[in-house]
């Protein structure tokens, strides 16, 4: 493979980090960028970056990327998505605008029970290449990592159907995917009134036939009042861990209903909405290795309160932000905007929405020994944008396509590639 050299980096943003796993409280706010930058791949990882004016001489195995002032950043790690799911619910936007909550909407059978049922009418492919379209478009927006879950089966088989796109997605792209099993997304509709019941089919049936298959790298229950108890989780997340599924959960979507506490019990990986958190569950974080993560598209999108985000910063903890793009509460996948959304509504700085965007994201998904920075060893996932001022321009702009090329494994993306 060639070697690549990105030349003339206006500003190259997100790079050392060595051996940090993450960041938190304040150690968030330090973004380290060069002006004036190149920036060396070799073998699809990060080999060295520096001033311009330090940047040795291309030899003839080299392929030189003239940057032309382009700031420079890690590709984004949105670790919290529902991307694989059949067909849009934009009728469901409509009867939100009308008055109705989502809470509603679930209990009327709409929402999640409504996706379920257009995608067990799918078949594989064309759920494929439905999802791969959407892939295509987060990664044109900068995304180099995600984190894709399924939850719209409900079903031994639509699960692990979903599980298999996923897996396919894996395989066709050169975007780095991890998977969640999230069989406790919902009751579905041929156990109404039946929920213990659909948590034996979860913990009997389901996790063992998607363990089997090796299907998931982690475990997902939406914990949430009107969904599944901390009880439920419990049992779910220890009949994952037999799997070595490991937790990623929703908690505190609708109500401070205990997942963050069962999350931390259970050595989540990661905790993740917490709209309605507490100070209390804070204090529990603060004793963990759980990232908490904020879905601010959600909180945008439903009109509902954001996550404390500033005040778990504050408080010390780390903060991952990610997107949610799942067809009912979060139909976008612009992590640009997220980052947008964090600092206008969360009160993050520019530079402490752009880190739980890219190395603490990686983190929520255990990758930020690979992603997530742009440090010598890395994988090479990084994004181009036109020439900026600074690097608070790109939340303050906050529509402007400013994203322009995208390299994964040190190689420039292009649409085409991908076979929908
Ligand atoms: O993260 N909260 C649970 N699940 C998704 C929404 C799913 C849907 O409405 O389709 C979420 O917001
Ligand atoms: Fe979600």
Sequence with gaps: ??????????????????????????????????????????????????????????????????????????????????????DSREQEFVDKIRGLSYAEIAQRGGGILNSADRLHEMSEDELYRQAIRRVDEVIRKGTGCIEIKSGYGLNTADELKMLRVIRRIKETTRLKVVSTFLG?????????????????????????AVGAEKLADFIDVFCDTGFFTPEETARILEAGAVYGMRPKIHADELASSGGVEVGVQ????????????????????????????????????????????????????????????????????????????????????PAEAINAATLNGACAMGLSDDYGSITRGKVANFFMTDPIPSVEFIPYAYTTPLIKRVFLQGIEYMSEEIQA
């Design 184 to 208: 406790a997304h919902a009751v579905s509709r041929a156990y109404k009134g039946r929920q213990g019941d659909y948590v034996d089919l979860v913990v009997k049936e389901m996790i063992p």
């Design 266 to 349: 259970h050595h989540a990986l990661s905790v993740d909405h917490l709209e309605s958190m507490t100070e209390e569950e804070i204090d529990l974080l603060l004793n963990s290795r759980t990232m908490p993560t904020a879905l601010p598209g959600t909180s945008f999108f439903l009109n509902m309160p954001f996550a404390l985000g500033r005040k778990m910063i504050d408080r010390g903890l780390p903060l991952a932000l990610a997107s949610d793009y799942n067809p009912g509460s979060t139909p976008s996948g612009d992590m640009k905007f997220i980052v947008s959304l964090a600092c206008i509504k969360m009160r993050l700085m």
């Design 1 to 86: 493979m060639k070697k690549l050299f990105v030349t003339n980096i206006g500003l190259l943003a997100g790079v050392g980090q060595d051996g940090k796993r993450s960041l938190k409280g304040e150690e968030m706010a330090r973004l380290d960028m060069i002006a004036n930058a190149y920036l060396t791949i070799a073998n699809g990882r990060f080999a060295d970056y520096g001033e311009m004016a330090d940047c040795p001489a291309p030899t003839d195995d080299v392929r030189v990327v003239d940057a032309k002032g382009a700031a420079v950043l890690p590709s984004w790690c949105d670790s919290h998505t529902h991307i694989v799911y059949a």
